[in-house]
């Protein structure tokens, strides 16, 4: 069972408007979050992160916000560029150093 | 920069062949990774280490093993490759410790073909 579930595939924005990808998760034991972004044929590159003690991180363009009682965080991107397009990925954290990804979510920009 | 390196971009395998996917790291790291990315599914954690000659079961071992000699080296192993092996193999190194975040770094990616 999916600990940690991007329920949508894809999502298509116009540049310049904002960018928001969903993320939920099942284990109340995860106590950190990350945002990872990855271009076809490299590997993923780390994004941004949160705390499970925060509720929002903000970090230029990006802000990530957890809400704890609905398991649910979102990543937030504006404006949104072209070059943003890729695949986005929720991840999470248990005590130890594993991190549990979702599926992804492929998000295309269009100018 | 964190670097981690990963010895083939694209790889043909024959079903049956022993197979090794290499990875080294030059940032010092403890921890090390493979998971193995497929359509859908997001990333899979097929085994890590979080020391030398140390190794831990992910969430999908079978079929693969793991070996590392060296700090900065994580090989992958798949003893005797199957088509279902067929996928993206990525490996990442973290550190450990208090303000780390544990943040993983990753390599560029290995996509294997298993004919």
């Known amino acids: 069972d999916q600990q940690v579930k991007q329920n949508s595939p894809s999502l298509s924005v116009q540049e310049g408007r904002i960018s928001i990808l969903n993320c939920d998760y099942t284990?109340?034991?995860?106590?950190?979050f990350l945002w990872y972004k990855k271009y076809p044929a490299e590997g993923p590159t780390f994004l941004i992160s949160i705390s499970s003690i925060k509720d929002k991180n903000e970090d230029g363009r990006f802000t990530v916000f957890l809400n704890k009682s609905a398991k649910h965080l979102s990543l937030h991107i504006v404006p949104s560029q072209p070059g943003d397009s890729a695949v986005y990925f929720c991840a999470a954290k248990e005590r130890g150093n594993k991190l549990v990804f979702g599926a992804g979510t492929i998000l295309r920009v269009k100018s | 920069d964190v670097k981690v390196t990963q010895s083939s971009r694209y790889l043909v395998k024959r079903t049956g062949e022993k197979v090794f996917l290499e990875c080294v790291q030059d940032m010092d790291h403890e921890n090390m990774f493979w998971y193995r990315q497929d359509p859908g599914l997001g990333l899979r954690l097929i085994y890590f280490s979080y020391d030398v000659k140390m190794k831990e079961k992910g969430d999908i071992p079978e079929g693969y093993s793991v070996s590392r000699e060296k700090k900065e080296r994580f090989s992958l192993i798949l003893e005797s490759a199957s088509t279902n092996q067929t996928s993206m193999y990525l490996c990442?190194?973290?550190?450990?410790?208090?303000?780390?975040?544990?943040?993983?770094?990753f390599g560029p990616g290995t996509r294997l073909t298993v004919l």
């Open positions: 990442a190194s973290s550190l450990t410790g208090v303000g780390t975040r544990d943040t993983q770094y």
């Open positions: 284990n109340s034991m995860f106590d950190y």
